[in-house]
């Protein structure tokens, strides 16, 4: 970039802006490595595009040691880059562990991202899944960008939905618990919603054949009475109500942490709501009380955003209650207090666009800092091709189903291929569990995050393609070879009788590794590094399809190579770990 900055001010006399110099990789059909575009000079040169080419390509042969020659094609100058130039970048690529990211320090902006946000009502399900693993590779990704990052959740735990499982289970449980029923606690629960449910359909059948209108024997119905009331002696603190509270949402917690584990996942802080929503009702009387928001004759708190082109926002209901609006606004609050954010991103789904948006205006209005600038990092359904995986609901695919399949059929793909026949049973099931995980999490992150998506576990295990488990072999193939090369120098990449132009590609992909992670970061886009991933991983097979590594027989070519294999797979090991997979050292 300076060399050719260089070059406009020696030729033309004039400074040029970075931003004006326009570098990038040259087309296949065309000879040479980087392109600069001409364009931009040709006025200053008062010459053809051709011409100014031609003249900065030759000054930068003449001048810059990392160019050996050139081409010009219209308004392009195409560079060659010297062997010398390249060695020295795998050079610099080699000594560093973890090369193209950046690392935080205390001065570094402090980035917190929320994802999950589950109901303490029922298990995590595949909506769930998509919303954890994009999650949790954004707070990787953001990191890599030299970012402080704290990773939090909130918990849906208090409700009506919350009651409906106590009440099922205080009628119907006999106190199963989930040590008695051998059940994961968050099952258990979920199971007392569903059957919540059905008992509460029936109720709504039998009063409707009485003569009742649907909507009034919706409200009408003994169950549901029974579950209002109950919330509100929760509202109110009965001793009763909140112990039975406590004891269920404890399995449910203990649930969700064993899928979080397998799942790898993880939060450096929970919020409940329980403990948010009445913050955001004293903030919601704060902003009543500086004419912010208005009360309405029934007693309504609204928020007025016809001046941004919106409507009136509901914040508290004529009894008092919160909504969801005011509870966010609480938890916010309770943020900030407990954390200087610079930044706030919520991982929710495309469904919520409309509440962020209103969230950002209130939030910026009650005085947060980040309230105008608050990401909302919207992502669309997911879903699976129709008959596969019902759950035991019937409705929703449940995570810890989806996970155990993916493993099962890694194990299963592995034995028929025939190609973990030499490793013990436990090392067996572990390479499942890392390409089965691996499958899964790279399938749904590779996909633009705001596009709804289909999942195909079938497809999603394929060993070929752009799949988890081809970049996990390629990497495991890697680290065969160089184990069978056994010590490999550093100090050799400094000469070699010349590169192959696939040598060259390969140097320049890895190159690239910084401006992805970068890119990934700037656009919230853990599919940025998933496809980067993908096109090194295609470029080192074409690669080592047309060249041999360990029988080559040009000692300084065949050290190059290796180095050059070895960073491949350094590359590929810290890519995949911005998305939460592992990459195994033998497959």
């Not at 205080?170 to 059940?183: A, C, L």
């Not at 992805?516 to 980067?532: F, L, R, T």
């Not at 991933?533 to 290796?562: G, M, P, W």
């Amino acid at each position: 970039m300076t060399a050719a900055q260089a070059a406009v001010k020696a030729l033309y006399g004039q400074d040029v802006p970075e931003k004006m110099v326009q570098l990038q990789k040259t087309r296949s059909e065309f000879e040479g490595s980087l392109t600069l575009v001409v364009f931009p000079f040709v006025k200053m040169a008062r010459k053809s595009p051709e011409q100014t080419g031609q003249e900065l390509g030759d000054y930068l042969v003449a001048h810059c040691d990392a160019v050996s020659k050139y081409n010009v094609v219209k308004g392009f100058l195409n560079l060659s880059i010297a062997d010398e130039a390249w060695l020295g970048l795998l050079a610099d690529i080699d000594a560093d562990a973890h090369y193209g990211e950046k690392v935080a320090n205390e001065q570094s902006p402090l980035v917190m991202i929320e994802y999950s946000s589950p109901n303490t009502n029922k298990p995590l399900h595949l909506g769930h899944v998509r919303n954890n693993l994009l999650g949790w590779s954004l707070a990787q990704i953001m990191q890599a960008n030299g970012n402080r990052v704290v990773k939090t959740n909130i918990v849906n735990d208090r409700g009506i939905h919350i009651c409906k499982s106590m009440l099922a289970w205080q009628k119907w449980g006999n106190g199963e618990t989930p040590e008695s029923s051998g059940k994961k606690g968050d099952h258990l629960i979920g199971d007392y919603y569903v059957a919540f449910d059905k008992h509460y359909r029936e109720e709504i059948k039998q009063l409707v054949a009485q003569g009742m209108d649907e909507e009034q024997a919706k409200q009408e119905a003994p169950l549901i009475k029974e579950a209002h009331e109950m919330l509100v002696k929760w509202e109110q603190g009965d001793p009763e109500v909140r112990a039975l509270w406590e004891k269920m949402n404890s399995w449910v917690y203990a649930g969700f942490d064993e899928t979080y584990q397998k799942m790898g996942v993880s939060f450096d802080k929970i919020y409940y709501e329980s403990q948010t929503y009445l913050k955001g009702k004293a903030k919601v009387e704060e902003g009543l009380a500086k004419g912010l928001f208005e009360r309405h004759e029934d007693g309504s708190v609204w928020a007025d955003m016809t001046n941004e082109g919106l409507d009136q926002k509901l914040l508290l209901r004529s009894d008092g209650t919160s909504v969801y609006m005011t509870q966010d606004i609480g938890t916010a609050e309770m943020r900030f207090q407990d954390y200087p954010i610079d930044k706030m991103i919520y991982v929710v789904g495309n469904e919520q666009n409309y509440h962020f948006q209103v969230l950002s205006i209130l939030l910026d209005r009650l005085g947060f800092k980040w309230g105008k600038e608050l990401v909302h990092f919207s992502y669309g359904m997911v879903e699976l091709p129709n008959g596969k995986m019902k759950s035991r609901e019937g409705t929703v695919v449940d995570a810890d189903d989806l996970m155990q399949l993916m493993v099962e059929d890694a194990r299963r793909v592995s034995d028929e291929a025939g190609k973990n026949a030499d490793m013990t049973e436990a090392e067996k099931q572990e390479i499942a569990r890392i390409v089965g995980m691996g499958a899964l999490k790279y399938f749904i992150l590779k996909v633009d995050a705001r596009k709804n998506m289909l999942f195909n576990p079938e497809e999603s295990i394929d060993f070929n393609g752009n799949t988890g488990p081809f970049i996990q072999y390629t990497h495991a193939r890697i680290r065969s070879i160089l184990r069978k090369a056994g010590n490999i120098g550093s100090t050799s990449i400094t000469s070699t009788s010349g590169l192959n132009a696939k040598e060259v590609e390969l140097i320049q992909k890895m190159s690239e590794y910084g401006a992805a992670v970068e890119q990934a970061g700037k656009d919230y886009s853990p599919s940025g590094i998933a496809n980067y991933c993908y096109e090194l991983t295609k470029v080192f097979n074409q690669f080592y399809h047309d060249y041999s590594i360990l029988n080559e027989e040009d000692e300084a070519k065949k050290q190059v190579r290796l180095v050059i294999a070895r960073n491949v797979a350094k590359i590929l090991k810290n890519g995949m770990a911005l998305l939460g997979i592992e990459v195994p050292e033998r497959m």
